[in-house]
């Protein structure tokens, strides 16, 4: 089936530099999707995307938090600076409008 | 605001035996259940979503009712293989604007299939 690819698989950085997650979405998707699992605890909404605009965000995407898909390319999520709070696994989705397709997601450690 | 309940968080059974994984919601709105599986080292696929008359969705052997009077959308197969080790999430829906629905996840069950 249609497969959402993210790079990398594992990222490790320290706190307060720069991080970009890349998600690679199914090809003819429009809507792509961020969310957020800390350890133990379940996925949570981030931050959706549509027609190169930014639809809704929750309040778990802060402010050092961005998104974009420049020339429909990798559909990114940059976080500057990151602090230690960020260490998670975030999953990309994108969509037709229907179901989602996940991708396996980046866990991401600040240290 | 919406949540998603899924009472165990590791269930653990012998082949053969029938499954069962509870999910309970709450919400404004008449949402859209879903059930997502996730293999080790690989991305949740979407297992089944709830209709919206009372047809009961199937796959892959596995199957959930809607209850809107209970709100629960329980998970059930009848008879469990090897494979069905997973982890598996109950989400909705919330209607944020268009078709662009963004999901609500539990915080998952882990079956384990043994022989």
């Known amino acids: 089936g249609p497969k959402v690819l993210q790079i990398p698989s594992h990222q490790i950085i320290d706190m307060g530099q720069m991080v970009t997650l890349n998600c690679d979405p199914v090809?003819?998707?429009?809507?792509f999707y961020w969310y957020k699992q800390i350890l133990g605890q379940q996925m949570e909404f981030l931050v959706n995307?549509?027609?190169?605009?930014?639809?809704?965000k929750s309040k778990l995407f802060k402010d050092q938090f961005s998104v974009e898909r420049p020339d429909g390319s990798y559909f990114t999520l940059k976080i500057q600076p990151t602090a230690l709070e960020d260490s998670a696994v975030y999953f990309c989705?994108?969509?037709?409008?229907?179901?989602?397709?996940f991708g396996p997601g980046t866990r991401l450690t600040v240290l | 605001g919406d949540s998603v309940t899924q009472t165990e968080g590791l269930v653990t059974l012998t082949e053969g035996l029938p499954v069962m994984l509870n999910c309970t919601y709450q919400?404004?709105?008449?949402?859209?259940l879903f059930w997502y599986v996730q293999h080790l080292n690989e991305a949740p696929k979407l297992l089944l979503k709830?209709?919206?008359?009372?047809k009961r969705p199937e796959h892959q052997g596995f199957h959930a009712t809607l209850h809107k009077s209970s709100s629960s959308f329980h998970l059930q197969k009848s008879s469990a293989q090897l494979s069905d080790s997973a982890l598996y999430y109950c989400?909705?829906?919330?209607?944020?604007?268009?078709?662009?629905?963004?999901?609500?996840f539990g915080k998952g069950t882990l079956l384990t299939v043994t022989p």
């Open positions: 709830s209709f919206t008359d009372n």
């Open positions: 989705a994108s969509s037709l409008g229907g179901e989602q397709y």
């Open positions: 090809s003819n998707h429009l809507y």
């Open positions: 995307f549509y027609n190169g605009k930014v639809m809704e």
């Open positions: 989400a909705l829906s919330e209607r944020s604007g268009g078709s662009n629905y963004k999901l609500t």
């Open positions: 919400s404004t709105y008449s949402p859209f």
